[in-house]
């Protein structure tokens, strides 16, 4: 005999009442995941980067920057060794690595000068060796910044010359070449000049190898 409750229910029928009452999904099912889809999550955007992710980015750049810069240093080498218009350069071109990137330095000697003296024009020579370093890095990815230098000797003071304005017009006038040749103006990223204040030869700032131009590669 079921036991009859005083609400006129069998015990058992009101305890499935009861429990409809308080699950309104009662009759589509019980929702299992108790919160929302993962699709539903998705439409709040994109999940946070993993906090390695930068890093890695940053390492892959850096082995592509090491790559290319070895790339770049053999061939330049190689076209100076094979050109015999600049063959007898060669040993003016240095190639180094520093904290900025790969830097092409362009250096002065007593029988030859990149600039007529005092001035920003470039001899003929000079102008086919920049040539030939921008079609080395005019396919890479880097930005590019230009340093001139220039010896500690100075103009006659009443001509309004001074090593400060030339340098930096020997820099514009190697990105001038620079960008003839093929690197977009958008790649450099610093034209300056900084006169004789970093010497190449330290012990004689008057030595003609001071006269020089930085074209640096710079890391990504």
Do not use: C
Not at 145 to 161: C, I, K
Not at 168 to 186: C, F, H, S
Not at 194 to 208: K, L, R
Request: a neutral charge.
């Amino acid at each position: 005999k079921s036991i009859i409750d005083p609400d006129g229910f069998p015990y058992t029928a009101k305890q499935t009442s009861v429990m409809e009452r308080l699950t309104p999904q009662a009759k589509g099912g019980p929702n299992t995941d108790n919160g929302s889809s993962q699709e539903e999550n998705n439409k709040e955007g994109p999940q946070e980067e993993s906090p390695n992710a930068d890093g890695a980015k940053g390492s892959q750049k850096q082995q592509q920057d090491k790559e290319n810069f070895d790339k770049l240093e053999k061939e330049l080498k190689q076209k100076l060794a094979e050109n015999k218009q600049l063959a007898q350069l060669g040993d003016q071109v240095s190639v180094t690595r520093d904290k900025d990137g790969l830097r092409i330095e362009v250096i002065d000697k007593a029988k030859f000068s990149m600039f007529r003296s005092g001035t920003a024009e470039l001899d003929d020579k000079a102008i086919a060796l920049l040539k030939e370093v921008a079609g080395s890095i005019k396919g890479l990815p880097n930005k590019v910044a230009v340093r001139g230098h220039t010896d500690s000797l100075g103009f006659a003071p009443d001509s309004g010359r001074n090593n400060w304005s030339l340098s930096t017009e020997r820099a514009d006038a190697t990105r001038k070449v620079l960008q003839g040749a093929g690197i977009p103006y958008d790649r450099f990223q610093r034209i300056e000049g900084v006169a004789d204040t970093n010497p190449f030869i330290q012990g004689n700032p008057a030595d003609p190898r001071n006269r020089r131009v930085s074209i640096t590669v710079l890391n990504q």
